[in-house]
T-cell receptor, first 115, second 115 residues
């Protein structure tokens, strides 16, 4: 069964606009972590933001924020004030349990920022 | 502090040959993960190792694939008798030991092409 679902294969967004990337997850483990990574066309994986299942507040890192809705099992990424350099593939991932362990990735969302 | 290093960055093999992919984790990191990304797909977990131990190999194909992380030296992912379906990007990630480590730091990946 798919553990991480990203339903948007691709999105266009205008420069300076905000964009929300959807991510839903499935786990019965009460302890888990949620991650977002960016993969530009050059191919490297860049960590953006992390949310722990017990964190009370939504995570924020600069222009990135994570809209964590635990009851709905969703962890949407919001990118504010989009820039041309934000054009990339974005992956949501989950680690079940505490600390170390494998990440399970979604299929990704391709974001294209237009001038 | 150098990041996760992988070499080679690009590797071309003919069917039936062996491929050896190397990963040097970040300094002080003793947890290594290998992931595979097929074209147009998200990353799929392969194996999780600590020094001299395989912790989780649930994502490794049963045949032809092996991984090690010796006491000294880099982690090695070895693919014997490669086939065209092994063509993919192989990413290594590392995380530190000690307290709950939330982030996995990714290397630049090795792009394997099987002719």
């Amino acid at each position: 069964a798919q553990k991480i679902t990203q339903t948007q294969p691709g999105m266009f967004v205008q420069e300076k606009e905000a964009v929300t990337l959807d991510c839903t997850y499935d786990t019965s483990d009460p302890s888990y972590g949620l991650f977002w990574y960016k993969q530009p066309s050059s191919g490297e994986m860049i960590f953006l933001i992390y949310q722990g299942s017990y964190d009370q507040q939504n995570a924020t890192e600069g222009r990135y924020s994570l809209n964590f809705q635990k009851a709905r099992k969703s962890a949407n990424l919001v990118i504010s004030a989009s820039q041309l350099g934000d054009s990339a593939m974005y992956f949501c991932a989950m680690r079940e349990g505490q600390g170390w362990g494998k990440l399970q990735f979604g299929a990704g969302t391709q974001v294209v920022v237009t001038p | 502090n150098a990041g996760v290093m992988q070499n080679p960055r690009h590797l071309v093999r003919r069917r039936g040959q062996e491929a050896r992919l190397r990963c040097s984790p970040m300094k002080g990191h003793s947890h290594v993960y290998w992931y595979r990304q097929l074209p147009e797909e998200g990353l799929k977990f392969m194996v999780y190792l600590q020094k001299e131990n395989i912790i989780d190999e649930s994502g490794m194909p049963k045949e032809r694939f092996s991984a090690e992380f010796p006491k000294e030296g880099p982690s090695i992912l070895r693919i014997q008798q490669v086939v065209r379906g092994d063509s993919a990007a192989y990413f290594c990630a590392s995380s530190p030991r000690g307290t709950s480590a939330n982030e996995q730091f990714f290397g630049p990946g090795t792009r394997l092409t099987v002719l």
